[in-house]
Nanobody
Framework: QVQLVESGGGVVQAGGSLRLSCAAS????????MAWYRQAPGKQRDLVAQ???????IYTPTVKGRFTISKDNAKNTVYLQMNSLKPEDTAVYSC????????????WGQGTQVAVSS
């Protein structure tokens, strides 16, 4: 069973920065995509950013230009650099790894809390 462990969350003032890490228990090259999602209280979980095996990235419009997703295959880790944080970025951030077809296996981390104060 693949394990994903997130870290790096915390409390930060508006305008500040945090870097989240998602460490996988096996090679992340096994996954077609890896992504960060977030869920604010009372809201659904939404995609924040995704990176493919080949390094292509996508971002939700509200974070584009402020957040950067990256990965280090040697460390089996995916990162989310978050700059210019806003109170509306407050949420639990979770990491997801997906193998793609034909297996289509999904793995999730336990999440890390990010709180941005105004």
């Amino acid at each position: 069973q693949v394990q994903l462990v997130e870290s790096g969350g915390g409390v930060v003032q508006a305008g500040g920065s945090l870097r989240l890490s998602c460490a996988a228990s096996e090679s992340i090259t096994e996954f077609n995509t890896m992504a960060w999602y977030r869920q604010a209280p009372g809201k659904q979980r939404d995609l924040v950013a995704q990176i493919t095996r080949g390094g292509d990235t996508i971002y939700t419009p509200t974070v584009k230009g402020r957040f950067t997703i990256s990965k280090d295959n040697a460390k089996n880790t995916v990162y989310l650099q978050m700059n210019s944080l806003k109170p509306e970025d407050t949420a639990v951030y979770s990491c997801r790894a997906n193998t793609g077809e034909p297996l289509w296996r999904d793995y999730w981390g336990q999440g890390t809390q990010v709180a941005v104060s105004s």
